[in-house]
């Protein structure tokens, strides 16, 4: 068996994104937009960089962060969608907290498989939890 080649692929990302970063700017851009524009640096990572290296609110929207705001309020949301939504709730004083709390309870709680909403705090205002746990579509 053989690995797919994504490793080898990240890491000529890496390189290209790094030899960028070092080109540029002489380093990591503390502008948000600038770390955007540069190719393959995404929403997430700019954010991501923004919040955990430079300490600013900047929410950090991954595939479980996104799967929890896309089930409690019922419907789809883009990477975009959800970033706009929850921009305004992280603060300076709460980013960190918000950013590392919500990938947790996407991991363990709102998981991709088997969600484990009869232990969710939020089963009572969660959509997906009304929809399917209390219906019995999830198993107890």
Do not use: W
């Amino acid at each position: 068996m053989r690995t797919l080649g994504y490793n080898v692929q990240r890491a000529k990302i890496l390189v290209s994104v790094a030899s960028e970063l070092k080109a540029k700017y002489g380093g990591i851009p503390e502008d948000f937009d600038e770390l955007r524009s540069i190719e393959q640096v995404g929403l997430y990572t700019s954010a991501a960089v923004m919040s955990l290296g430079f300490h600013r609110p900047f929410p950090m929207i991954d595939s479980n962060v996104l799967r929890i705001y896309s089930r409690f309020l019922g419907r789809r949301l883009s990477q975009k969608d959800a970033f706009d939504l929850l921009l305004p709730h992280v603060t300076e004083k709460n980013h960190k907290r918000v950013n590392l709390g919500l990938l947790d309870f996407g991991a363990v709680l709102c998981r991709h498989r088997r969600p484990l909403c009869e232990e969710c705090p939020l089963n009572d205002l969660c959509c997906y939890a009304h929809d399917n746990y209390f219906k019995g579509r999830i198993a107890r």
